[in-house]
């Protein structure tokens, strides 16, 4: 399981299936990850990064200090979509 707690407030938790997006105010939100298309990262201005998930129905703002967290979310992301896109339980 990693989680996140992002300094813009959501906090972000993969447990190798499901991405969900806890913020304050806001409904959760659950991405299982075989059904989603790869999450698209951009670098912004500052040095931070952004996450798009499933065609921007999520961004995550992640700050020049979380980019090493982004990464990490990303990093595991990757061989989990693989390994589900193959049919593999995981």
């Known amino acids: 399981m990693l989680e ?3 300094r813009s407030g959501p ?18 939100r659950r ?7 790869a ?5 912004t201005a500052d040095g931070g990064r952004t996450l798009t998930l499933q065609g921007g129905a999520a961004t995550l703002s992640f700050a020049r200090e979380e980019a090493p967290a982004c990464a ?7 061989p989990a979509r693989a390994t589900l896109a193959r049919g593999d339980p995981g």
Do not use: N, T, Y
Not at 39 to 43: H, N
Not at 72 to 78: K, N, P, S, T, V
């Open 72 to 78: 990490r979310l990303l990093a595991a992301i990757g």
């Open 4 to 6: 996140v707690h992002l």
């Open 39 to 43: 999450p698209e990262a951009a670098e």
């Open 11 to 28: 906090v972000v938790a993969f447990d190798g299936r499901v991405v969900e997006v806890f913020a304050d105010g806001e409904p959760s």
């Open 31 to 37: 991405f299982h990850i075989a059904r989603i298309g």
